[in-house]
């Protein structure tokens, strides 16, 4: 039984994990946009105020408001506040 | 390392010392980790160039094409995992700005040493998003790459598709010659290397196959141990079921095969690693080999399902001849194909002339297209009386059809076509008939019994002690199973083999698992799935949360087991709540909203679902109150018995006969419901008994005494009591009323206080009434000894009648 158990748990974590994306959250009271390089296209992603968006399944580069670039693996969080990002 | 200590130290000294200048003087140095991400970024640009010189230089080989491609993918995905290594060095550098920054004051001139630092921090944050931007562009190019590589793939496809070839071009003199030269450039080569091997290897080569020949035989002997429940037993008159056979047929077919293949692996595995291999011997050995394995891989297959001479054990119903004649063509066929494939093999490797190529596409195209028409003039099928039945007239057409193709493409000159159409063919039907062998294994599976009754079933039950339940059960998953798995196999392999790309395959699996769009609503079925899962996982835990609560805490709380059940129950149903909403709010679907289905539902509630809730509440009640428990003898309007199980909407009841009542709890909370055990066993049981009005009264009184008094399980304490009830119209009226400890024993009790009254009247001439009813009259008129004698008690006064009359004829 507890073999079960740890298989359905396991399974259960695979699962979760295996579809994933980046989340954008905009801590700001103004809408942001975020420049999303991913599978050969540049897309501009906005979130509006307090807003939260998924972006970037699998592996993408970002420009972000204030100029600033990243490259994202797909299982990050990113917040912004007005001119500041956090990426964790 | 020092980089990240340092900037601990200054995040730890920072808040106190924020106007320190010792953060400051740190260096503000290019990290090691920096100048590798950017090399790496360089490396994989220029990697990028070089795949992108390389598809344009072989827009005419698919292979490399393809090798590109997955070059192009690894390449773009590098480019992201070396940008993402600026992250914490960005992070260092904001926060060092942010250091610099709080140092000075609001509108002061930065000192200069900061203003120093802030250039140089601004200067390496200029250089990583540099660096970032060439990469991102990077990844653009590699994506287009690979969208280039994918339209030249299909020009080339097409274009090959639509060649046409002259075939007296392809078939003269030329061509045989080249063949001539082929053949000798072929045996030359191969002869130098078996020389060279015999005369100066010979050791070598000798110690590779033994060693390989003793690794394949322990691997034959341990896997016929392993295998040996599975096997076959030819025993005369033996009909093996299904499953039986479909698994031997997958032993007899696995076994030797994967033998094979570790003989062969281990043999070019150990030439290799002596170094006796040329690269070009090697490319042909290996193509060899696999020639080889495959041929004997598809023959075992095919024996193991037709059996020419064991019909028993035949998975296909076809008569011995037929048998015979499939396993012929599937060989011969495998024979070509492989024939194919080895000879292009070798051509690559001999750099054979493109007529040859051609020569040799054209002749398989022929030989299969005619193999196929020779399989459709089979009649492989039995009719119910044994006769040979053709194919059913489509699949006859289709065969047909498959096999004219190519022949007719190759005549016509497009070889290309014809070779392409023969692959399509074999590979989509050998992966086809393997999917149809696991759909017929799937069934055999789920038929009831199967498992049961085969081997494997047999060694379930005697290791594992399985049911015959359990083993259905489990048929029947791994029956699902095997369904599912034959389906997640079978389809994508057909569908790539049709020229679909695996990662759109896997979008739209995505896709179709994740958000199902039908309407505005979006669906994701993995999302239900794992909602379901959470669910049955939650029931679960509170199953054995329930338990444990029940085993361990409860029962050593000295609980009454009325409080434990109630207990017990409510903590049940608080699970199976709690484990629904988490399932639920899992699966995607919100709370909020069901909030809003609940507040619509109230409605309904009032009116039609007045009933079933009031039963849930007074449900809840009972269990709160607890009125009566399980094992109450409880009496609730017409019902009698005991109480079973209180569940929340209904309480179960079992009469004395042994009838289950279901009644609803709230009859149960509304009415009055009299509970016998309630707080304890005791009961007073009251025996009416009459007498004729010429018996002495005292006398009666004093033996109705003696007798309870002399009763065992008669309760002395309160006292028996004799109730003098009242003058009737021909007897006089007394009740014994006495006390007994367990209720349970009433009947018993009372049974046998009755006999002993009417044996002591009997004895001490207490005259009992006449009998008033004519039928009873006429029972005891009959005896003389009886003569007056009746006694009637009120309860089951018919069963009593004929005890008397029993005893009186004895």
């Keep these: 039984m507890k073999t079960k158990l740890a298989a359905a748990i396991a399974a259960l974590m695979l699962m ?4 994933q994306a980046a989340t954008l959250v905009n801590k700001g009271k103004d809408p942001v946009t975020i420049v999303v390089t991913e599978d050969g296209q540049k897309n501009e992603v906005t979130a509006g105020a307090a807003e939260t968006v998924e972006f970037c399944l699998a592996g993408c580069f970002v420009t972000f408001p204030n100029g600033d670039r990243q490259a994202l693996t797909g299982s990050e969080t990113v917040e912004i506040t007005g001119d500041d990002v956090l990426v964790q | 390392m020092p980089a990240l200590i340092a900037l601990l130290l200054a995040g730890i000294l920072l808040p106190d010392f924020s106007y320190s200048q010792a953060p400051l003087a740190q260096p503000v140095e290019v990290s090691s980790g920096e100048a590798e991400a950017i090399a790496e970024i360089d490396s994989q640009l220029a990697a990028l160039d070089a795949l992108n010189k390389k598809v344009l230089d072989s827009l005419q080989n698919d292979d490399a094409l393809l090798g590109a491609r997955i070059s192009a993918e690894i390449i773009s995905r590098a480019l992201i995992e070396a940008s993402v290594r600026f992250r914490p060095i960005l992070k260092d550098i904001t926060t060092r700005a942010e250091t610099f920054k709080s140092a000075t004051a609001e509108g002061d001139t930065p000192a200069p040493e900061v203003a120093a630092g802030v250039a140089a921090l601004n200067k390496r944050k200029s250089a990583i998003n540099g ?7 990077g990844s653009l190019a590699a994506s287009a790459l690979v969208e280039k590589v994918g339209v030249a793939r299909r020009d080339l496809f097409s274009s090959q598709l639509a060649q046409r070839v002259e075939l007296s071009d392809v078939f003269n003199a030329q061509t045989a010659s080249d063949v001539g030269a082929e053949g000798r450039d072929l045996s030359r080569r191969v002869t130098s290397w078996l020389t060279f091997m015999l005369r100066f290897k010979l050791n070598g080569v000798l110690a590779a196959t033994t060693f390989a020949l003793i690794a394949a035989l322990a691997f034959l002997r341990l896997g016929t141990v392993f295998a040996r429940p599975f096997g076959r037993h030819n025993v005369v008159g033996y009909q093996p079921s299904y499953l039986t056979r479909i698994v031997s047929a997958l032993v007899a077919t696995l076994l030797p095969a994967l033998t094979l293949a570790v003989f062969l692996s281990t043999v070019y595995y150990l ?3 002596y170094a006796l291999l040329r690269p070009d011997i090697a490319e042909m050995l290996s193509s060899l080999m696999r020639f080889i394995w495959q041929v004997f891989f598809v023959y075992r297959l095919a024996l193991a399902i037709l059996q020419p001479s064991q019909e028993p054990w035949r998975l296909l119903s076809v008569s011995d001849n037929i048998a015979r004649l499939l396993l012929v063509l599937a060989t011969l066929l495998a024979v070509v194909t492989g024939a194919d494939t080895l000879l292009n093999a070798f051509s690559n490797t001999l750099s054979s002339p493109f007529s040859l ?16 028409l020779a399989t459709a003039l089979l009649k492989p099928f039995k009719t119910e009386a044994g006769v040979a039945k053709p194919w059913p007239p489509y699949a006859k057409g289709f065969i047909v059809l498959a096999g004219l193709a190519p022949i007719f493409a190759a005549l016509f000159g497009y070889v290309g076509l014809a070779r392409f159409v023969t692959q399509q063919i074999v590979v989509t039907g050998a992966i086809a008939a393997t999917m149809i062998v696991g759909f017929l294994c799937a069934q055999a599976l789920a038929d009831e019994d199967a498992l049961k009754s085969s081997s494997i079933g047999r060694q379930l039950h005697d290791r594992f002690g399985l049911t015959d339940r359990q083993l259905d059960i489990t048929a029947m998953m791994a029956s699902l199973l095997t369904y599912a798995a034959v389906l997640f196999v079978g389809v994508p392999l057909i569908l790539l083999q049709w020229g679909f790309k695996w990662a759109d395959l896997v979008l739209t699996a995505v896709y179709f698992l994740t958000e199902l769009k039908i309407g505005s609503v979006t669906i994701s079925i993995t999302a239900i799935g794992i909602g379901i899962l959470v669910f049955f996982v939650g029931y679960y835990l509170s199953g054995r949360f329930e338990n444990w609560l ?12 009325g409080a434990r059940t109630s207990i017990r129950t409510a903590v049940g149903y608080l699970g199976i709540a709690l484990a629904a909403l988490v399932g639920i709010s899992v699966a995607g679907v919100q709370l909020s909203s069901l909030a809003l289905v ?20 007074s449900g809840l009640i009972l269990l709160a109150e607890r009125p009566f428990k399980e094992g109450d003898w409880i009496e609730a309007g017409a019902v009698n018995g005991i109480v079973k199980k209180v569940s929340v909407r209904a309480t179960e009841i079992e009469t004395f006969q042994k009838q289950s009542v279901i009644l609803p709890n709230s009859s149960l909370i509304n009415a009055a419901v009299g509970n016998w055990t309630h707080r304890n066993t005791l009961a007073r049981l009251d025996v009416p008994v009459v007498v004729s009005y010429g018996a002495d009264v005292v006398k009666v009184q004093n033996i109705l005494r003696s007798i309870a008094l002399a009763h065992p399980k008669v309760l002395k304490t309160p006292e028996p009591f004799v109730l003098f009830k009242g003058f009737g119209a021909e007897r006089l009226e007394f009740e014994l009323r006495f006390f007994i400890a367990d209720l349970f024993e009433q009947a018993v009790i009372g049974t046998d206080v009755r006999f002993e009254i009417v044996k002591q009247f009997r004895l001490q001439g207490v005259d009992l009434p006449y009998q008033q009813h004519d039928a009873m009259h006429s029972i005891f008129a009959d005896d003389p ?14 069963e009593s009648a004929k005890v008397i009359r029993k005893s009186t004829k004895s």
Aim: charged share 15%.
């Design chain 2, 598 to 617: 609940a507040g619509a539902l109230s409605v309904g509630i009032g009116f039609g679902l007045q009933n079933i809730v009031s039963n849930f509440v």
């Design chain 2, 357 to 372: 190529t051609v020569g040799r596409s054209f002749g398989f195209a022929i030989l299969i297209g005619l193999l196929l």
């Design chain 2, 131 to 137: 660096a970032l931007a060439k990469a991102e562009d």
């Design chain 2, 271 to 273: 030439l290799d690693w």
């Design chain 2, 785 to 798: 000894d009886i003569g007056s004698a009746a006694i009637t008690l009120e309860q089951n006064s018919n």
């Design chain 1, 16 to 19: 979760s994990a295996g579809v």
């Design chain 2, 550 to 561: 029940d085993k361990t805490v409860l029962s050593r709380a000295r609980m009454d087991k």
